[in-house]
Nanobody, 122 residues
Framework: QVQLVESGGGLVQAGGSLRLSCAVS????????MGWFRQAPGKEREFVAA????????DYADSVKGRFTVSRDNAKNTVYLQMNSLKPEDTALYYC???????????????WGQGTQVTVSS
């Protein structure tokens, strides 16, 4: 069984930055493509970013391109999401997820963390 634990969320002013971490246990993170998703109150869960097994490929939602960067450290079994120039509309519960396949579809992800809250004040 794979466990994912997110951390690094918090309250930040618009224009600020946060770095989310996702610690993976139970199996080597290098065997999975990893994704970040978010869900704001009253809205559906949406794709944010993904990174392939060997950091060859990354993908981002249009709304975060140029502001967010996904990375991974397979030696530490950890995936990161660096978020810069944050906007109030980035406020959401952020989840990391693991998949056998690289992509943006939530349905393709097998394992999910519990989420970490990001709140951006205006």
């Amino acid at each position: 069984q794979v466990q994912l634990v997110e951390s690094g969320g918090g309250l930040v002013q618009a224009g600020g930055s946060l770095r989310l971490s996702c610690a993976v246990s139970g199996r080597a993170v290098s065997t999975y493509a990893m994704g970040w998703f978010r869900q704001a109150p009253g809205k559906e869960r949406e794709f944010v970013a993904a990174i392939s097994y060997r950091v060859v490929h990354t993908d981002y939602a249009d709304s975060v391109k140029g502001r967010f960067t996904v990375s991974r450290d397979n030696a530490k079994n950890t995936v990161y999401l660096q978020m810069n120039s944050l906007k109030p509309e980035d406020t959401a519960l952020y989840y990391c997820a693991a998949s056998r396949f690289f992509g943006s579809a939530a349905s393709s992800y097998d394992y999910w963390g519990q989420g970490t809250q990001v709140t951006v004040s205006s």
